[in-house]
């Protein structure tokens, strides 16, 4: 007898942490969707097909804060208070692009790294 489980849960927070903390910091979204989906080149407009935004389950806007006052260590944001119902599909892995929403040049071998934080539904 097979059984199915649902994959599934609702993101509640998200950090997000950059290397670099720049004079003109990073105001961008996290696009989450609940399979894969057409990475966008660096450097390229940001493009979503009308396949991949029916995958869509979540756009998070989020501005990057300094920790340390332009010191060039690393900027941050704390997203609180999110309710996004998710399913997923296939391999049950959350897949996400960025978006850029301001002029923002990234330092060179910048990273940026997501957390997030959600309640599991079964």
């Known amino acids: 007898v097979s059984q199915s489980r649902y994959k599934g849960g609702i993101i509640t927070d998200m950090v997000v942490v950059s290397s670099n903390d720049p004079a003109t910091l990073l105001?961008?979204?996290?696009?989450?969707?609940?399979?894969?989906?057409?990475?966008?080149?660096?450097?390229?407009?940001?493009a979503c097909s009308d396949s991949d935004a029916l995958n869509c389950i979540a756009i998070i806007p989020f501005t990057l804060q300094s920790t340390a006052g332009g010191s060039g260590t690393t900027s941050i944001a704390h997203v609180t208070g999110l309710n996004h119902e998710f399913t997923c599909s296939g391999s049950a892995n959350l897949r996400f692009l960025v978006k850029v929403k301001n002029a923002y040049t990234p330092a060179n071998a910048e990273v940026l790294t997501f957390h997030i934080k959600g309640l599991q539904l079964n």
């Open 27 to 46: 105001q961008g979204e996290l696009w989450i969707f609940n399979q894969a989906t057409t990475a966008v080149n660096d450097n390229a407009a940001f």
